[in-house]
Each structure stands twice: as C-alpha cells, then as structure tokens.
C-alpha cells in the first residue's frame, strides 16, 4: 500500500512583538524591612544588588493573577482581539498548583479559549525560550497569535532568614503578543543550558521532602559566586553570540535588556560588550528585584514607557539562570 503523502502547514515568514503588558505586586519592600533575619543592612543589599526596593504580592494574589493583569494590557495595546490568539505560553517557576497550567486558566479569563497552552519552566531564561517558542510555532504555521507571559511570584518561594537569594526576589508578570510581520522582527536564539551548575541555583528541597517531613517547605537558593561569575563571563559571550547572529553590532541597538538578577552584573555587561553612550540599559531592578521570567518583559515594559523613543528600535534581551540555562535575541521593539 502507498503511504499518503502528509500536508504540513507552513505560516508567516517573520514575526514580531506587537505590545508589552505588565503588572508587579501591590506591595513595595524597602531593604530596611527584609534586613533583620539575614544580619544585614540596607547599605550591603544596595551596594551588592543595587536593590533598594522590590514589589511583592499580598497574599491574596498568586502569579496566575499578576499573568492575568499583564496579558490584559499587552491584548489591549496589540489591537489583535483575544480570541484570534491561538497560543498562550507563560514561562513561570512559582506556579503553586503543578497542574493545571497557568496559561490555560490565563487563556479562558482573557478570551483566548480554546487556544493551545502550556507553562514553560526555564526559570530567568525562561521569557527567552518562550518568545523563541512562539516564533517558531507562528512560522511553522502551528499558530497565528501568541500570548507570551512571565509571571512569578518568587516571594512564596523565599526563607526569610536565607542571606543567598531571598532579599533579592520580587513579584510580578510581563506579557507580550507575537504576531506575523512582513520583516524579521525576532531573530534566532542563542541558547542552552549547562546541567553540570544545576546545584548553583535552585530549591533546597523537594515536595516529597516536605511531604514526608523531611524537610521544610522547599526554598530558593544560590551559590551567589558561582553564579556571579558564570553570568558575568559566560553570559557575556552569549550577548556577543547573539549579536552575531542577528547580523547587528552593538551600535545599531537602541536598547540592552538583560535579566534583571543583579546590577553588577548588568553593569558589567555593559562594559564587556562595549556599549555606545546611545544605547539605553535596563535597570529595573532597583525597585522591582529580581523576578525570574518576568524580570525581562517588565524591564522592556518600563523603559518603552520611560522612553517611547526606542519604538521601533533594536534591542538585545537576555536571560540566564537556574538549570543553569540561557537564552537571547535581538528583537524589535513595539
């Protein structure tokens, strides 16, 4: 018998971002209120981090909310109607019930229903893999608009008492739409991962740890130096890797929006790539902290606000963290 021939479907041949959404945590913690159970100061947090706040969520709002929020004003701004989006990613670690996803119950509340969803866990990389995701899945025809959400909310994952990673955490979601474009608006990832470093960031326990009494309910932590230098010298090479690849230097960028896990290491960043006076940095991690697969989607958010100049304009975006893993591309801005 002859095997059938099968159809593939092919779709657009480039896509972009349409419009950003965000929502951080109804909450702003200055350093003064985190510093008594790590034996610490307001000054050492700022000098390490660059923190000097960091939005948290009342213990009402889970991350499934904070995505909600944020995917409504990215729908709203995209002028694309919520039930032409046929595929929702949020890229999350702090999803408190393992199943059912976040982005499903985020799809029926914006009126995305029945678009294929699913959350993604690539921790800080994790807006990256899924803008990539929905690049990929847009031109291969599998979908036609994409709603891409980073959501956490970090503070149900932190020990007070841990000097490591929990002052440095905060809540909050950055949504984007992707849609077809009749120019490359997303270029190719540089991406990876490296399980050798899985220990350097991470829970400390499992939930079968907590379950069987084991331990207490699982936490984040970091092996701050290992990962320190691992983002400032690694890192580094893959933003150069990804210019590369884009067929850009760092001249054409309008914008550099790195993960917002530390402002060292984003200072840093920006002297190894030798970035132009021209091109505008990210910092919003002085008063959001670090959130994860939000960090980057609330960072662009910001500084489109801040600076409606860059509209249109190149911007390199990477992220980096637990697994460990990373991930970057030159977009074009909304």
């Known amino acids: ?196 470093k899985a220990d350097a960031v991470g829970m400390n326990a499992t939930l079968v740890d907590f379950r069987d009494g084991i331990a207490e309910w699982p936490t984040l932590r970091q092996e701050g130096q290992t990962v320190f230098r691992w983002a400032v010298w690694d890192m580094a090479k893959v933003a150069k890797r990804a210019l590369e690849v884009a067929g850009i230097t760092a001249d054409d960028l309008a914008a550099f929006i790195p993960h917002q896990a530390n402002m060292r290491i984003i200072d840093e960043f920006a002297k190894q790539l030798k970035l132009p006076e021209s091109v505008m940095i990210a910092r919003d991690i002085a008063t959001t902290g670090n959130t994860s697969a939000a960090s980057i989607p609330l960072a662009t958010h910001r500084l489109l606000k801040e600076h409606p100049e860059l509209s249109g304009g190149l911007a390199l975006q990477i992220g980096f963290g637990a697994g460990l893993v990373f991930g970057a591309q030159v977009v074009v801005l909304p």
């Open 1 to 196: 018998m002859t095997t059938p021939t099968l159809t593939q479907s092919t779709g657009a041949q480039f896509t972009r971002i349409y419009s950003y959404g965000a929502a951080r945590g109804d909450l702003i913690v200055p350093n003064e209120d985190l510093v008594g159970p790590i034996d610490s100061s307001d000054e050492w947090i700022q000098q390490r981090t660059g923190i000097v706040t960091r939005t948290r969520a009342s213990a009402g709002i889970l991350a499934v909310d904070l995505a909600t929020d944020a995917a409504r004003e990215a729908i709203e701004a995209s002028g694309v109607a919520p039930e032409l989006i046929d595929l929702v990613i949020v890229a999350t670690v702090s999803n408190v019930r393992q199943t059912p996803s976040i982005a499903a119950v985020v799809a029926d509340r914006v009126g995305a229903n029945p678009a294929a969803a699913y959350d993604s866990n690539a921790a800080c990389a994790g807006f990256s893999y899924a803008v990539t995701q929905a690049d990929a899945l847009i031109r291969t025809g599998a979908a036609h608009y994409a709603l891409v959400i980073g959501a956490e909310k970090l503070s149900d994952m932190v020990d007070p008492a841990d000097r490591s990673i929990s002052f440095l955490l905060g809540d909050g979601a950055g949504a984007v739409v992707i849609g077809p474009s009749a120019t490359p608006g997303i270029a190719a990832p540089v991406w990876g991962s490296d399980g050798s």
